[in-house]
């Protein structure tokens, strides 16, 4: 899915300047949690994982602003973060 801003929230002049800015990749993936360890392990930045639509959500950022995400379904409450299910999990 290629996503950009909605008709509800168009971008500010600010965001207009930058390139990325409003636009989203997805990607559906057998595991969303797998590729945040993995890009973490490989000094990469990405947001902390949480749960939506029923989803792990895995969010990167390009240097020109993209936002990448990566979903995998799971059964974990709608709008758990990962540190907190992780440490639910101990």
């Given at each position: 899915?290629?996503?950009?801003?909605?008709?509800?929230?168009?971008?500010?002049?600010?965001?207009?300047?930058?390139?990325?800015?409003?636009?989203?990749?997805?990607?559906?993936?057998?595991?969303?949690?797998?590729i945040?360890?993995?890009?973490?392990?490989?000094?990469?930045?990405?947001?902390?994982?949480?749960?939506?639509?029923?989803?792990?959500?895995?969010?990167?950022?390009?240097?020109?602003?993209?936002?990448?995400?990566?979903?995998?379904d799971?059964?974990?409450?709608?709008?758990?973060?990962?540190?907190?299910?992780?440490?639910?999990k101990?």
């Amino acid at each position: 899915m290629l996503q950009e801003f909605s008709e509800s929230r168009q971008p500010t002049a600010e965001e207009k300047k930058h390139l990325g800015k409003g636009v989203s990749i997805n990607f559906i993936c057998e595991d969303a949690l797998a590729i945040y360890k993995e890009v973490q392990s490989r000094g990469l930045s990405p947001k902390e994982p949480f749960v939506g639509n029923n989803m792990w959500v895995v969010k990167l950022t390009d240097p020109d602003g993209y936002h990448i995400f990566f979903e995998s379904d799971t059964d974990v409450a709608e709008e758990t973060m990962y540190s907190d299910w992780i440490k639910s999990k101990n």
